[in-house]
């Protein structure tokens, strides 16, 4: 079990990503706050998962629900190792200027003020307990954008350039920062991603980008979150591990 003992706060934990990752940090023996803005999902996937699961209904936008996960954490596990920054929001593919003002301020609210809200909350018991891990899933788009979905790419490269920036800055606490950038993946975000239904055709057209010939799935993601915050790891800092089947070369 790679993460035996360890406690975590996974953020969008009630589908996609955020889901599979609790689930496989359960399975390596980690304890998992499961946090979501959708709180009857994080009940759902706590009583699949376990006991192992705490359930908490949480915005990742407002910083006294930041502070409440680490509390959760603390209460119920006495700790927090690994807090994973999974949640995330994209507008729908199209032309930067059809974007309006409050989806921008969404998307850059819970895609980048989370993570900072998050460390606020979080550093300061990592550093108490002598290190710790952070995971930020940041994405592709971060690393090789694309027209039609300029304001999210955006927000993950921002994502990417904190997570560098906490690296260094964190590392004399022990303290571990490092991202994942999935590429399109099935998820409740799919369409949105695409700019289209999801039919056959639409996903052959993204699907023919990607050298290995598929979309992420949350199991590809999960996979390698349980390896960065796992001790094997333990050298890894200020890291964007590109899941993406080949897209980005």
Partial sequence: MKLKGKAAVVTGAASGFGRAIAEHFVREGARVVVADLNGEGAEAVCNEIGESAVPLRADVTARADAEAMVATAKEAFGRLDIMVNNAGYTHTNQPLTDV??????????????????????????????????????ASTAGLRPRPGLTWYNGSKGAAITLTKSMAVELAPDKIRVNAICPVIGVTGMLEQFMG????????AKFIATIPLGRMSEPDDIAAAAVYLASDEAAMVTGVALEVDGGRCI
């Fill in 196 to 203: 289209v239904s999801d039919t056959p055709e639409a996903r």
């Fill in 100 to 137: 309006d003002e409050e989806t921008f301020d969404r998307v850059y609210a819970v895609n980048v003020k989370a993570i900072y809200l998050a460390a606020l909350a979080a550093v300061p018991m990592m550093r108490s307990q002598g290190g710790g891990v952070i995971l930020n899933t």
